[in-house]
């Protein structure tokens, strides 16, 4: 079956920057759809970002500019660099993989675990 697994977490200031990845496993070719979600305590899961099977990407407005989705189909990785962090993108970050793409929909079939992401003022 498919696995999906975050790494790359963690705490850092305000201004700086964390780089989270995800490796998908289990299909047999790249032309898979990826997107990451974040989800705060008492908040609904939001989507963040999300890369199509073309490599069309979509952001929320509220990371646009600072976020920046990628995909390395050799390695079967999907790379999130978040640049100039701000308190409030504090928060449980899960990478989520379909054949089909939803964008920033909620409907992929394959999530991770979650990896967090604290960010201090």
């Known amino acids: 079956g498919v696995r999906v697994v975050e790494s790359g977490g963690g705490s850092v200031q305000a201004g700086r920057s964390l780089r989270l990845s995800c490796q998908v496993s289990?299909?047999?070719?790249?032309?898979?759809?990826t997107a990451w979600f974040r989800q705060a305590p008492g908040k609904e899961r939001e989507g963040v970002a999300a890369i199509d099977s073309d490599g069309y990407t979509t952001y929320a407005d509220s990371v646009k500019g600072r976020f920046n989705i990628s995909k390395d189909n050799l390695k079967h990785t999907i790379n999130h660099q978040m640049n100039n962090l701000k308190p409030e993108d504090t928060a449980m970050y899960y990478c989520?993989?379909?054949?089909?793409?939803?964008?920033?929909?909620?409907?992929?079939?394959?999530w991770g675990q979650g990896t967090q992401v604290i960010v201090s003022s």
């Open positions: 989520s993989a379909d054949t089909v793409g939803y964008g920033l929909g909620k409907e992929y079939n394959y």
């Open positions: 289990g299909y047999k070719y790249s032309a898979y759809c």
